[in-house]
């Protein structure tokens, strides 16, 4: 009998034992996922897939940034000599052109000839710029192939523009969505703490008992509602009122997500600090009442020094999920992904750029990375914040 | 007792293997934009057909043409043509595909109702959604900003309107992505300066569709189901089915379902545009 009950307890044991080891594992496997394919942005083309950009090789041109590309592209630079080659009109070749240009019987009915037809006219074309696979051209390509230097970390973090699926060659420049999601993120800390906090207070130490039995469950009802819900309030209701209150030419804002954002991390943060709130002694409340203090003096000056580490747990799984939540921001805050200037002004917040693009991004490819890259931004943000509070709290035992 | 049981349910599996053998079935994959058509003529299919059952899945156009080359769908659908590089993947890995245009789909660009603009030419259209263009009074109407409202990156509407209307050129930076086809509807319908664009059966009474010039303002045409099928309103596209010819016996009634008069229908009532 001894025997089986000392079983029992290692068994217990091994099984605790496990579990904890597992959690763990899963959790630095995720870590270990997230940033090896994150950082593997940065050994990346901007350049999807088996694309090559080529140009004739009498072009004394060596290299093009992703943004030359794009402006290439997007028609905003035509010549040459703004890349320091000669002064000679630039003529875009893909694809798309060798459709329009030659006909289906000149191409072959498996595209036989069309190698031989691309190496001619870049040739022909001294001001060419092509953009094929490798397997587009003829092993005995007469141009020169154009190296893509790779995403920088550089443009990664200090550039302005997020253009991931801007062909041939994309744009990742996070600067505007880290901005963006702080932005979101500390409007709605600066709403939702100060409101929490008294509410809680309110709750825990002035409204009688009957009141409190209605509020509190009602407050825990904000925490049930679907995040889409609020997104689709924040779009219906929200952005309408900004618009007219502020007089602006669109009401989708970053004071908009951070309203929204409010609300939601509402229900975690008067939850929690109340449940702190309420385990302050009655011993101790008693002894300052008892030597003459207020009631208000008694909340300030013994009752929240008290509950401090509880309220500051309150707020940091508000921030957390301010931080973190998609679907409401992605409906209320217009998702321009331009460097806010103000809480009036559209922005594209990191988790929702992540949720809009994850689905369509080939897996494994740039965009991909990108994204990935994104998400270890946005865990060492939430990183530094329980970093910070940590201290705080360490802070306070010492005193 | 034991042996009753045991043939019965030697039975019961004989008879589902027998039936299964009879019932056809395939799935269909690819464009979200032609997603919600194909459920439509697949449950209208299936319920005509009993024995033939559907899977119909979304991902996107792209999505679609590469499970079509890798063999995990039957049919890609899909909301813009096979580009010339996938046809060469096709080529490559030797297999015969067969195109179908089951539908077309036409986009309106939408303003608010209060706007006083109309109509706008292709030009205009691609200053303003890459933010050449940034007052309503550059293009005839009142001195007000212009919002730019788009659909998500990751969509197939969003390529095509960039690739038809913008001419390949990236949106500007301060275009307002949305998750959604409803949220640019209701966003333009409370946003005075805004213009977005939508597929023409969500463009409801709560904005206002503009007529769109292709030929630097001679004509204006009105977005409408009749012009689109005539092929006078410039932003329309065709919807396609691909398959492998390998399996196109199985593949073909449904196909031939889809071009029918009932299925046509069905087009129609969805709100993209018929082909007859």
Known sequence: MKLFRKAVEKTTESVLFLSSTVTTIAVLFIVYFLFSEGLGIFKSSPVEGTFIMVVNKVNPVVELSAKEIKDIFNGDKTNWDQFGGKHDSIILFTLTEVGDMFTEEELGANYEYMPSKIDSFITANPGVLGYFTKNNLPSDFQGKILPISNVSLKEFFLGREWYPTSAPAALYGTLPLVLGTLWVSIGAILLALPIGLITSLYMAEIANEKLRRILKPLIELLAGIPSVVYGFFGLVILVPFIQKTFNLPVGETALAGSIILAIMALPTIITISEDAIRTTPVSLKEASLALGATRWQTIVRVILPYSRSGIIAASILGIGRAVGETMAVLMVTGNASVIPHSFLQPVRTIPATIAAELGEAPYGGVHFKALFALGIILFLITFTFNTLVELAKAKKIKQ | ?276
Do not use: C
């Not at chain 2, 769908?73 to 490559?92: L, W």
């Not at chain 2, 509807?185 to 213009?195: D, E, N, P």
């Open chain 2, 1 to 276: 007792m034991k042996k009753y049981i045991l043939s019965t349910a030697v039975l019961l599996t004989l008879f589902s293997v027998f039936s299964y053998s009879q019932k056809i079935s395939f799935k269909i994959k690819g464009s979200d934009t032609v997603l919600p058509l194909s459920q439509l003529e697949a449950e209208q299919y299936m319920k005509n057909n009993s024995n033939t059952s559907i899977s119909v899945t979304g991902g996107g156009s792209g999505v679609g043409l590469s499970a079509l080359l890798s063999g995990t769908t039957d049919i890609a659908q899909s909301s813009r043509k096979m580009k010339i590089e996938e046809k060469q993947k096709m080529i490559d890995s030797g297999k015969a595909v067969k195109e179908v245009v089951i539908a077309k789909d036409a986009l309106s660009v939408i303003v608010n109702l209060g706007n006083k603009v109309s109509q706008l030419t292709r030009e205009q259209l691609e200053g303003i959604f890459t933010g050449k263009i940034s007052n309503w009074k550059e293009v005839g109407g009142e001195d007000l900003g212009i919002i730019v409202y788009s659909r998500e990156t990751s969509s197939g509407t969003y390529e095509f309107f960039k690739e038809h209307v913008l001419n390949k050129k990236n949106f500007a930076t301060s275009a307002l992505l949305m998750p959604a086809t409803g949220a640019i509807v209701q966003s333009v319908s409370q946003t005075k300066g805004a213009i977005g664009y939508v597929g023409l059966a969500y463009a409801d009474k709560s904005v206002k569709s503009l007529k769109v010039s292709y030929d630097k303002g001679v004509t204006f045409v009105d977005a409408n189901i009749a012009n689109a099928m005539n092929l006078t309103y410039p932003i329309t596209r065709p919807l396609y089915y691909y398959y492998l010819s390998s399996i196109e016996k199985t593949v073909k009634p449904f196909v031939d379902f889809i071009l029918s008069a009932e299925g046509q229908q069905i087009v129609r009532t969805e709100g993209y545009v018929p082909l007859k």
